[in-house]
C-alpha cells in the first residue's frame, strides 16, 4: 500500500511538472498583469505551484489545472495586498476588484487576454536593459517554466549563478520600471530583435553545445522550438518571427543524424540524410514560405533558405552550393560580420574550389573578433586539408582543439590533426 502510494505521489509530481511546464507562462503572464511586476508575479506562480504539489497527490489533478493554478496565485495576490503597508490608491482599487471578483468572471477575464499578457511577457523577459545572461534564463525561468537548477545543468554554470542572474534581472526591470506592454514602432523592432536572438540562443547551445561531453542538449533545442511556435502565433505578421522558427525547425530536423553510434560528432556532408526528420523539415519549408510572403529578407529568413537548401537535397553531391554562396553573400549585405563571412566561405570552396575559399578565411586571420573563434582554424584546417597542405592543416587543428571547452569537438578536432600528420608522413 505505501509502495503504492509513493508511486502515485511520484506520477501526480511528474504530471505537475508537465502541466507548468504548459501552464507558467499564462499564469505569470496573468499575475503580471494583474500586479504589474514580473518578478512578484513569478513568485506567486511559483507558490501556486508549490500548492499543486502539495495538494494534487490528495485531492488529484483538477479538469483545468492551468484555471487552478491562476486561482492560487491570484488569492496570494489578494493576501499580499492586504498585508501590505502604505497601499496606494491604486493598489486599493486593484485588491477591492480581485477580492470581489469571481472565479468565473476572473478566469474569462484572463482567456480573453492571455495572449497579449504572453506577448507582453515575452517582451519583459527579453528587454535590453538585462544583460544577454539574463535575458536568456529569465526567459527559461518564466516562459519556459524551467527550474534553476535545470536552467544551469543545461549551461553548465553553478545554479547560483543562475540564481543570481534571475534576481538581478527582476530587480533591475523593477528598477528601470518597465512596463507591461507591447512596444510599438522602433522600439517594437528593437525588442522583437532581442527576442529573437534570444530564443536563437538557446537554440545553439542546444544543437551545439559549446562545453561539456556532449555535442548535443535535445532538450534545450525543443525549448528553444516551442518558445519560438508560441512567438509566431502571437506575432504572425513577423516575417522574422516565421524566418528563426523555419531556421530551427530544418535545423533541428537533422539531429538524430548529428550523432554518431558513440556520441561523436557527424558532420553535414557525412550525415545519413535518411535520418532527418521530414517532418521537421516540412515545418520549416511552411515557416520559410510565410516569412517569405510577408517580405522575410531579415538575417534568420535568409538563414533559413540557405538550411532549405541543404534540406532539400537527397544527397550531399546534390547540395546548390552556388545558390548557398550567392545567399550567404546576401546575408553579408544584410548583417556583415566576421562568422558570415566565414560561413560564406565554406560555400565558396564547396561552389568554386578549396583555393577560392582559402582566400576568403585568410583575409579573417587578423579579424580581432575571432582570434578566440575555434570555427576559424577548424575551417582553414579543412580547406587547408583539401589543398594537400598536411603540415599547415594540422597546425590549425591542433589549434581549434585547444580553443574549443566541448569534449566531443575536441575529440573530432585532434582525430583530424593525427588524420593530417598521417597523410604527411604517407607522402
Given at each position: ?284 519549408l511552411a515557416a520559410l514560405e510565410r516569412a517569405e510572403a510577408l517580405g522575410g529578407l531579415g538575417p534568420y529568413a535568409i538563414q533559413a533558405a540557405i538550411a532549405a537548401c541543404h534540406a532539400r537535397a537527397t544527397t550531399a553531391e546534390a547540395t546548390n552550393w552556388g545558390r548557398i554562396a550567392a545567399l550567404y553573400q546576401v546575408l553579408a549585405r544584410v548583417q556583415p560580420s566576421p562568422v558570415v563571412e566565414l560561413n560564406r566561405a565554406v560555400a565558396v570552396a564547396m561552389a568554386d574550389g578549396a583555393g577560392a575559399g582559402l582566400e576568403i578565411v585568410d583575409r579573417l586571420v587578423e579579424e580581432p573578433t ?58
Amino acid at each position: 500500500m505505501t509502495q503504492r502510494a509513493g508511486t502515485h505521489a511520484r506520477d501526480t509530481h511528474r504530471a505537475v511538472d508537465a502541466v507548468w511546464r504548459i501552464e507558467s507562462a499564462r499564469v505569470v503572464g496573468g499575475l503580471t498583469r494583474l500586479v504589474r511586476d514580473v518578478g512578484l508575479a513569478e513568485e506567486l506562480a511559483q507558490d501556486a505551484l508549490v500548492a499543486a504539489l502539495e495538494q494534487w497527490p490528495q485531492t488529484g489533478i483538477p479538469n483545468n489545472p492551468g484555471a487552478w493554478l491562476m486561482a492560487v496565485g491570484k488569492r496570494r495576490a489578494i493576501d499580499l495586498i492586504r498585508r501590505r503597508e502604505r497601499l496606494d490608491r491604486k493598489i486599493d482599487e486593484l485588491g477591492r476588484d480581485l477580492e470581489t471578483a469571481t472565479d468565473d468572471e476572473f478566469d474569462a477575464a484572463v482567456e480573453e487576454t492571455i495572449d497579449d499578457d504572453i506577448l507582453r511577457l515575452v517582451f519583459i523577459s527579453c528587454h535590453p536593459v538585462l544583460s544577454t545572461d539574463a535575458r536568456v534564463a529569465l526567459t527559461l525561468r518564466v516562459l519556459g517554466g524551467l527550474r534553476t537548477e535545470e536552467i544551469a545543468r543545461a549551461f553548465l554554470v553553478p545554479e547560483p549563478t543562475v540564481a543570481q542572474r534571475i534576481v538581478r534581472a527582476k530587480k533591475t526591470l523593477a528598477d528601470a520600471r518597465v512596463p507591461f506592454e507591447v512596444p510599438q514602432g522602433a522600439e517594437r523592432d528593437a525588442r522583437l530583435a532581442s527576442v529573437l536572438e534570444v530564443i536563437y540562443l538557446i537554440f545553439n547551445e542546444g544543437y551545439s553545445a559549446t562545453a561539456g561531453d556532449d555535442w548535443l542538449r535535445p532538450a534545450l533545442c525543443d525549448e528553444a522550438l516551442r518558445l519560438g511556435r508560441v512567438l509566431a502565433g502571437l506575432a504572425p505578421r513577423e516575417p522574422e518571427v516565421h524566418g528563426l522558427v523555419a531556421l530551427m525547425e530544418i535545423q533541428a530536423s537533422r539531429s538524430a543524424a548529428r550523432v554518431g553510434p558513440s556520441g561523436e560528432p557527424v558532420l553535414l556532408l557525412d550525415q545519413d540524410r535518411s535520418r532527418w526528420d521530414r517532418i521537421l523539415i516540412g515545418r520549416g519549408l511552411a515557416a520559410l514560405e510565410r516569412a517569405e510572403a510577408l517580405g522575410g529578407l531579415g538575417p534568420y529568413a535568409i538563414q533559413a533558405a540557405i538550411a532549405a537548401c541543404h534540406a532539400r537535397a537527397t544527397t550531399a553531391e546534390a547540395t546548390n552550393w552556388g545558390r548557398i554562396a550567392a545567399l550567404y553573400q546576401v546575408l553579408a549585405r544584410v548583417q556583415p560580420s566576421p562568422v558570415v563571412e566565414l560561413n560564406r566561405a565554406v560555400a565558396v570552396a564547396m561552389a568554386d574550389g578549396a583555393g577560392a575559399g582559402l582566400e576568403i578565411v585568410d583575409r579573417l586571420v587578423e579579424e580581432p573578433t575571432l582570434k578566440d573563434y575555434h570555427l576559424l582554424p577548424s575551417v582553414r584546417g579543412d580547406l587547408l586539408f583539401k589543398l594537400h597542405r598536411y603540415a599547415e592543416a594540422r597546425v590549425e587543428f591542433e589549434r581549434a582543439a585547444s580553443m574549443t571547452r566541448n569534449a566531443r569537438e575536441q575529440a573530432l578536432l585532434r582525430d583530424r590533426a593525427i588524420e593530417s600528420a598521417e597523410r604527411l608522413t604517407d607522402r
